[in-house]
């Protein structure tokens, strides 16, 4: 696998709030990273999580099929 590059901070969070806003029912961690055609790192869940701390986004527990607990995020109604 290649080497990731890097997209400057707010271009990143504008990336993850126009894939949420394409999916109103909301993404996993992992679909983001998709939608971004990226790989799930600690830089990118951070980016979601600082969206969810300033209040952009939301997120709800989910539990999936297999038992494992994860998160699905939204667009606030704010947004």
Same mark, same amino acid.
């Given at each position: 696998?290649?080497?990731?590059?890097?997209? =400057?901070?707010?271009?990143?969070?504008?990336? /993850? /709030?126009?894939? %949420? &806003?394409?999916? =109103?029912? *909301?993404? +996993?961690? @992992?679909?983001?990273?998709?939608?971004?055609?990226? +790989? $799930? @790192? =600690?830089?990118?869940?951070?980016?979601?999580?600082? %969206? !969810?701390?300033? *209040?952009?986004?939301? $997120? $709800? !527990?989910? /539990?999936?099929?297999? *038992? !494992?607990? *994860?998160?699905?995020?939204? /667009? +606030?109604? &704010?947004?």
């Amino acid at each position: 696998m290649s080497k990731q590059q890097h997209r =400057p901070r707010d271009k990143a969070r504008h990336l /993850i /709030i126009q894939a %949420l &806003a394409d999916n =109103p029912r *909301g993404l +996993t961690r @992992t679909e983001i990273a998709e939608a971004l055609m990226r +790989t $799930k @790192t =600690p830089h990118l869940i951070n980016l979601i999580e600082e %969206l !969810v701390n300033e *209040g952009i986004l939301s $997120k $709800k !527990v989910k /539990i999936f099929n297999n *038992g !494992v607990e *994860g998160y699905i995020y939204h /667009i +606030t109604q &704010a947004n």
